[in-house]
C-alpha cells in the first residue's frame, strides 16, 4: 500500500507576463470601404520556466521549462458597407507561436497559425445593431521528440499535432 499522501496546502507561482507592442492601421479608402491592417510584437521570452512552488516552504511542486521565444501576429482586413444596414467583414492573420520545436510538450503542442475571418453587422434601427462573426484557425502541424533528457528513463514522446478551432460569435449593441 502507498503511504503518500496528496498534498493540501497553498501553493503559488511568479510568473512576469510578457511586454507587447502593438501598432494599428485605419483607412477610410471611401464611403463604401474601409481597410485594416495590425502588427503586433509580444516579448514571450520574459518566460523561461513554468515553476509552482508549495507556500509551506517545502520546495518546489512542479517546474516546466518553457523558453519561449518572442512571436509576432500580422493581420489584415477589411469592412464593405453594402447598405445603411449592412456591412460585410474579413480578414487574415498570421500568428507566430512562442513554442520552440525543441520545447514543444504534449502540454502546449502549439505551432504557427492561420486566421480566417467573416462576418456581417446589421443596423436594425439608430440605436441597435447586430453582429455576427465566424473564425477559423488552422495551426501548422506541430510535431515533437521529447525524452526529457533520457530515453531509457522516461521513454520517447514520437509525433505530430494537428489542431484547429472554429469560432462562432454573435453580439447584440444597443446605445442610449
Known amino acids: 500500500m502507498n503511504s503518500q499522501r496528496l498534498y493540501n496546502g497553498g501553493i503559488k507561482a511568479d510568473i ?10 485605419f483607412h477610410q479608402l471611401n464611403d463604401r470601404w474601409d481597410l485594416m491592417a495590425d502588427v503586433q510584437w509580444t516579448g514571450w521570452s520574459s518566460i ?3 515553476n509552482f512552488v508549495r507556500t509551506d516552504g517545502t520546495g518546489s511542486l512542479s517546474n516546466t521549462p518553457e523558453n519561449f521565444d518572442d ?32 520545447d514543444r510538450t504534449p502540454r502546449l503542442p502549439d505551432d504557427d497559425r492561420l486566421w480566417l475571418s467573416f462576418g456581417t453587422q446589421y443596423k436594425h434601427s439608430k440605436n441597435l445593431k447586430l453582429d455576427a462573426g465566424f473564425t477559423y484557425i488552422n495551426a501548422k502541424d506541430a510535431s515533437i521528440s521529447q525524452n526529457a533528457g ?21 453580439q447584440g449593441t444597443y446605445t442610449f
Open 48 to 50: 523561461s520556466e513554468l
Open 150 to 170: 533520457s530515453t531509457p528513463s522516461f521513454g520517447l514522446i514520437n509525433g505530430s499535432y494537428d489542431a484547429y478551432v472554429t469560432i462562432f460569435s454573435m
Open 71 to 102: 512571436a509576432w501576429r500580422i493581420a489584415v482586413g477589411a469592412n464593405y458597407r453594402h447598405s445603411d444596414k449592412w456591412m460585410f467583414r474579413g480578414g487574415i492573420a498570421w500568428d507566430q507561436s512562442p513554442v520552440t520545436t525543441a
Open 16 to 25: 512576469t507576463l510578457p511586454a507587447i507592442v502593438n501598432v494599428s492601421v
